[in-house]
């Protein structure tokens, strides 16, 4: 299932790095989706993008940027990257408002050390 | 706000046992629930939404709004249901969409 890929999928950074963390889709999916995924917090929204230069906001922005200038991409950076953002982060698309399914990549696995 | 709750973090049944994952909600308006299953080394996926009304691998849920709950049934496991369920509450506050998960509860099914 390639129409949702992430990369890299492993990635160990340092306290203080600035790191990216990419999203590709091929189906031309209107929504994208950031979540991290934590023992005991389950999957949390950090931003969205509706179309290509709309975002919004999640449950737990802080310390993230995205941005979306075409819609198959929706990269999620880091931008100085702390202990506590060591997670599992996933990137999700869904077609349009009405669909409701989203559709998710395979995780990237962020170590900040 | 919304919230989801799935209180039991860890399931473990026997083959061929019924199993239950229970899934409560809060939210004020009409929600759209969903549940998501993520296999051993393999990606979150949707296993059933409740507008649906589907019944996939053998797995039914039925909104029940005066007990705001989505509860996920199956009345015989097998083994390869084991994995980690999410129950899910999807909202639209003007033009901006939640989605919002619970904990998750890893079920496990032994032989």
């Known amino acids: 299932d390639a129409g949702i890929t992430q990369s890299p999928r492993y990635k160990i950074t340092e306290t203080g790095r600035q790191v990216t963390l990419m999203c590709h889709q091929t189906w031309s999916h209107s929504y994208m989706f950031w979540y991290r995924q934590d023992l005991g917090h389950g999957l949390r929204l950090i931003y969205y993008?509706?179309?290509?230069?709309?975002?919004d906001k999640g449950e737990v922005p802080d310390g993230y940027v995205v941005s979306r200038s075409k819609t198959e991409n929706f990269p999620l950076t880091l931008e100085s990257a702390t202990r506590s953002q060591t997670s599992v982060y996933f990137c999700?698309?869904?077609?349009?408002?009405?669909?409701?399914?989203?559709?998710f990549g395979p995780g990237t696995r962020l170590t900040v050390t | 706000a919304q919230r989801v709750t799935q209180p039991e973090k860890l399931l473990s049944v026997f083959k061929g046992a019924p199993v239950e994952l229970k899934c409560n909600y809060s939210?004020?308006?009409?929600?759209?629930l969903f549940w998501y299953v993520q296999y051993s080394r393999q990606r979150l996926q949707l296993l059933l939404r409740?507008?649906s009304r589907e019944s996939i691998k053998g797995f039914t849920a039925d909104l029940n709004k005066g007990e705001t709950s989505f509860h996920l049934k199956k009345p015989f496991a097998q083994e390869e249901d084991s994995a980690m369920y999410y129950c899910a509450l999807s909202s639209w506050g003007g033009s901006n969409y939640k989605l919002t998960f619970g904990k998750g509860t890893l079920l496990t099914v032994n032989p």
């Open positions: 409740h507008i």
């Open positions: 999700a698309s869904m077609k349009t408002s009405a669909s409701g399914e989203q559709y």
């Open positions: 993008s509706a179309a290509a230069d709309i975002t």
């Open positions: 939210y004020s308006g009409s929600p759209e």
